[in-house]
């Protein structure tokens, strides 16, 4: 019974994730839409301008025509003399043909009115669209676990939109080991990058805390703040493939036994505000190693009694000793 319960579970697992998948891959398409309707609806205005352009030039050519026809009527010589009434016909056939361009552009005018009705970009406003209920994402991440007093460390982050564990891992650790190789540095390895499933909104603020008595936590650059938009505020498709998250670690002195980082991951709604009960905290342990004289010391703190038998009265003894045998020499 247990094993049919795991098994449904599993199936549900997958069933959610493939439409999910199939949800942000349909929003991404609705973007991809919509940047082509755009184009063409501005292809549309383009092509209505020029015709509007065209149209008040033609009407600018009627009212000309119209002027000189009652002219030549008022003054009679358009009808008084052959010449002068050839001049009328002209003129005439001039401004039957001018209206009769009018009313074509009239027509095409009307043509794209309707046509820009067809294609013009689909708006889904804030109101109209529905984050998927559970939007998930995947995270990978590097911290070093094991650290020295007075040193600092680089911690990463990165999201993942539509990328599978294994892919937003590969990722981080190319993104990484791309800078430690011109910097000379030993590589990670896969088992260095850590991932976890979280919650997605239209942004996602993630920070870096740690034991304030141990830590100094600082973003390596003014990029890496701390909230970045993950969704397209009207669509929400994904802006981009993935998004990172870089912290400089310092230790401070005295640094040892152990310590706790934790990486907060906070999915945020339109207006930049934490969606209820979606937040994550992924806790990270630190060992801190010391060099051998740090070690020395501590133990001898610790166990006092050690610390005299092992190391003060074999020292005492020594002097002690090599005083003596100088005593002597003196004397001789």
């Known amino acids: 019974m247990k094993k049919f319960i795991l098994f449904v579970f599993l199936i549900l697992i997958c069933i959610s994730c493939s439409s999910n998948k199939k949800t942000l891959a349909a929003l991404n398409d609705l973007k991809k839409d919509n940047k082509e309707l755009a184009e063409k609806y501005g292809n549309v205005i383009k092509e209505a301008e020029n015709i509007a352009s065209e149209m008040q030039i033609k009407n600018s050519r009627i009212a000309e025509l119209q002027y000189e026809i009652e002219r030549l009527q008022r003054d009679g010589s358009g009808v008084n003399n052959s010449s002068g009434q050839e001049n009328m016909i002209k003129i005439e056939t001039q401004l039957s043909q001018a209206k009769s361009q009018i009313e074509a552009l009239e027509k095409q005018k009307k043509g794209?009115?309707?046509?820009?009705?067809?294609?013009?970009?689909?708006?889904?406003?804030?109101?109209?669209?529905?984050?998927?209920?559970?939007?998930?994402?995947?995270?990978?991440?590097?911290?070093?676990?094991?650290?020295?007093?007075k040193q600092t460390y680089e911690v990463a982050a990165q999201l993942g939109s539509l990328l599978t564990k294994e892919e937003i891992q590969n990722s981080l650790l190319a993104s990484i080991?791309?800078?430690?190789?011109?910097?000379?540095?030993?590589?990670?390895?896969?088992?260095?990058?850590?991932?976890?499933?979280?919650?997605?909104?239209?942004?996602?603020?993630?920070?870096?805390?740690?034991?304030?008595?141990?830590?100094v936590i600082k973003p390596i650059d003014e990029v890496n703040v701390p909230i970045q938009q993950v969704?397209?505020?009207?669509?929400?498709?994904?802006?981009?493939?993935?998004?990172e998250w870089h912290w400089s670690v310092t230790t401070k002195e005295n640094s040892n036994g152990k310590g706790t980082l934790n990486l907060v991951i906070t999915p945020l709604n339109l207006d930049k505000q934490p969606i209820e009960s979606k937040t994550k905290t992924f806790k990270i342990d630190i060992d801190f190693e010391q060099s051998f004289l740090g070690s020395v010391w501590e133990?001898?703190?610790?166990?006092?009694?050690?610390?005299?038998?092992?190391?003060?009265?074999?020292?005492?003894?020594?002097?002690?000793?090599?005083?003596?045998k100088n005593k002597e020499a003196k004397a001789v």
């Open 177 to 215: 080991n791309e800078s430690r190789i011109e910097n000379g540095d030993k590589l990670l390895t896969k088992e260095d990058i850590l991932t976890r499933k979280v919650n997605l909104g239209y942004y996602v603020k993630i920070e870096l805390k740690g034991d304030d008595d141990k830590f």
């Open 112 to 149: 794209l009115q309707t046509k820009m009705a067809t294609i013009q970009p689909k708006v889904v406003t804030k109101q109209q669209f529905v984050l998927p209920e559970n939007l998930i994402g995947n995270v990978a991440f590097h911290c070093p676990v094991k650290m020295r007093e």
């Open 299 to 324: 133990e001898m703190n610790r166990n006092i009694a050690w610390a005299i038998s092992t190391i003060i009265a074999p020292i005492i003894t020594f002097l002690v000793g090599r005083y003596l």
């Open 231 to 243: 969704l397209d505020k009207e669509t929400a498709a994904f802006l981009k493939e993935t998004f």
